[in-house]
């Protein structure tokens, strides 16, 4: 079993920079990918960015890329979402996430284990 708890979100004005933070914990060894999703209010969990078991393979959504940036450091079990530039629509509770699959996948329906979501509010 793998438990995933977000840290970090809360209130920043656009434009700001925030850190998320995701711990894994229990049997973590089967989590090839690591990846960030957002919700918010209305509307589905939409993809964010993912990363793959050694951070060889990075992907991220459109409108984040080149602003946000995936990591993950697998001796310590976690993974980071740096947020840059950020803007009103980035809006929403991110989680966190784990997939056993070799594969990408950017459906949320897919990934195996899910935190419990760490709110970002950008106020312009």
């Known amino acids: 079993q793998v438990q995933l708890v977000e840290s970090g979100g809360r209130l920043v004005q656009a434009g700001g920079s925030l850190r998320l933070s995701c711990a894994a914990s229990g049997r973590t060894f089967n989590n090839n990918y690591m990846g960030w999703f957002r919700q918010a209010p209305g509307t589905e969990r939409e993809f964010v960015a993912a990363i793959s078991r050694t951070g060889g393979t990075t992907s991220y959504a459109d409108s984040v890329r080149g602003r946000f940036t995936i990591s993950r450091d697998n001796a310590k079990n976690t993974v980071d979402l740096q947020m840059n530039s950020l803007k009103a629509d980035d809006t929403a509770v991110y989680y966190c996430?784990?997939?056993?699959?070799?594969?990408?996948?950017?459906?949320?329906?897919?990934?195996?284990?899910w935190g419990q979501g760490t709110p970002v509010t950008v106020s312009s």
């Open positions: 996430a784990a997939d056993r699959s070799l594969v990408l996948r950017r459906v949320a329906s897919l990934w195996d284990y």
